[in-house]
T-cell receptor
């Protein structure tokens, strides 16, 4: 079992829907990440939060909106998505963003946009 | 058996044999490297990491080798087991700030 918990495991949404992905960790990590992974491809970085502040946005379209309510929680709000946004969305955390430390990943949310 | 990353994305080995998975990284400034294992339906799972001031690091049944001269990373798995079947990704940290960039991945298939 992973120490990073993501909900829901699966999500199907229409292009006009608004939904949110949730991520939680209780390892005391102060950096949290969203990655997107298409089938048979490596994960690609979307956002990084460090000490609850957004530190990196990898030119992600505004239809994806991250939020970090506290040091344990990370959300990804979705609105007006396109079918090509269908992918596995992975949340990860690490001790901090200052030094080199491994990222711990959740099992992801499998998103299908219809 | 040995793979050469993107040129051979699937590596098939016999149970009990040793496996070698290779990765060519792109940024000579990268100072931290990680190998991840991803099983079907799961997120990447940390296997082993290595910093650029080392050229070898060993874990349980796994060894990572780093050759900075040719920007090459390899993962050796001893006595490969069916449970090792998965996709393996190398990842590098090319910038300050712990932002990992993943390589293309290699699928390891273990034949019983």
């Amino acid at each position: 079992d992973t120490e990073v918990t993501q909900t829901p495991k699966h999500l199907v949404m229409g292009m006009t829907n608004k939904k949110s992905l949730k991520c939680e960790q209780h390892m005391g990590h102060r950096a949290m990440y969203w990655y997107k992974q298409k089938a048979k491809k490596p994960p690609e970085l979307m956002f990084v939060y460090s000490y609850e502040k957004l530190s990196i946005n990898e030119s992600v379209p505004s239809r994806f909106s991250p939020e970090c309510p506290n040091s344990s929680l990370l959300n990804l709000h979705l609105h007006a998505l396109q079918p090509e946004d269908s992918a596995l969305y992975l949340c990860a955390s690490s001790q901090d963003q200052l030094g080199n430390s491994p990222l711990h990943f959740g099992n992801g949310t499998r998103l299908t946009v219809t | 058996g040995e793979s050469v990353g993107l040129h051979l994305p699937t590596l098939s080995v016999q149970e009990g044999d040793n496996s070698i998975i290779n990765c060519a990284y792109s940024n000579s400034a990268s100072d931290y490297f990680i190998w991840y294992k991803q099983e079907s339906g799961k997120g990447p799972q940390f296997i082993i990491d290595i910093r650029s001031n080392m050229d070898k690091r060993q874990g349980q049944r796994v060894t990572v080798l780093l050759n900075k001269t040719v920007k090459h990373l390899s993962l050796q798995i001893a006595a490969t087991q069916p449970g090792d079947s998965a996709v393996y990704f190398c990842a590098e940290n090319p910038h300050a700030g712990n932002m990992l960039t993943f390589g293309g991945g290699t699928r390891l298939m273990v034949k019983p």
